[in-house]
């Protein structure tokens, strides 16, 4: 299976029908590749820093709103944290999935929103929206100028997003190691590795003991995150 992280760390914690356990159910191979979601503003809001697009939302206490791809997603978990830590009177709308709120981003229906790298930036190079901020823990490669939520003041929101490959459980571990080697030799190609800076993702291969590690950290941060937010299974 080749897996978000947020099949593992995020829906366990946010969804009635993942009746999984990741731990347990899954094998870890290898990790594939980081990167993080990007704070989008319309430009209607004239932000071209958080800070901007803060007071932009404070000046309309109850009139604006953001998108996310859904309720319990990471671009919802983010955006509600987001808010309650800004103090904003803001809506959530969540969408089917990242097409349609990133669609109604640009025509301006709602005011920011955390997208997925690519979209947020087919939505700066159209003209109609800025990119201010990525909620990680660092800056990303591809998005160099653009700051860390961090460095723009706001703190606790540094949540990682990566991809990753898994097997069933109980996958015996001369196959494990075969298929970690196998799969890390690919993501070292070239085109491979293209292709991932294209969606402005890193590749980033590891052992299975560390992506065991990694899930483990993603899971119980995000935890911590979607309980403080408030955000019960559905």
Known sequence: ??????TVAQNPHTLLQADY??????TPITLAARGPLVLVAHESTGAKTVAQLVDYVKANPGKL???S????TSSHIIGEMFARKNGLDITHVPYKGGADAARDL???RVTYMFDAAPNAITAQQTGRANLLAVPSAERSTTLPDVPTLTEAGVEGLAL???MAFYGPPGLPQDVVQTLNRAIGESLQAEEVAKFF???AYTVSPSTPEALTQITRETYDLWGK??????IEKQ
């Open 1 to 6: 299976m080749y897996s978000p992280s947020s």
């Open 21 to 26: 356990d990741p731990f347990k159910d899954l």
């Open 65 to 67: 709103s953001y998108a």
């Open 69 to 72: 791809f859904g309720t319990g």
């Open 106 to 108: 640009l025509s301006g």
């Open 160 to 162: 990682p997003s990566w």
């Open 197 to 199: 800076q294209m969606g």
């Open 225 to 230: 995150v979607i309980q403080d937010a408030g």
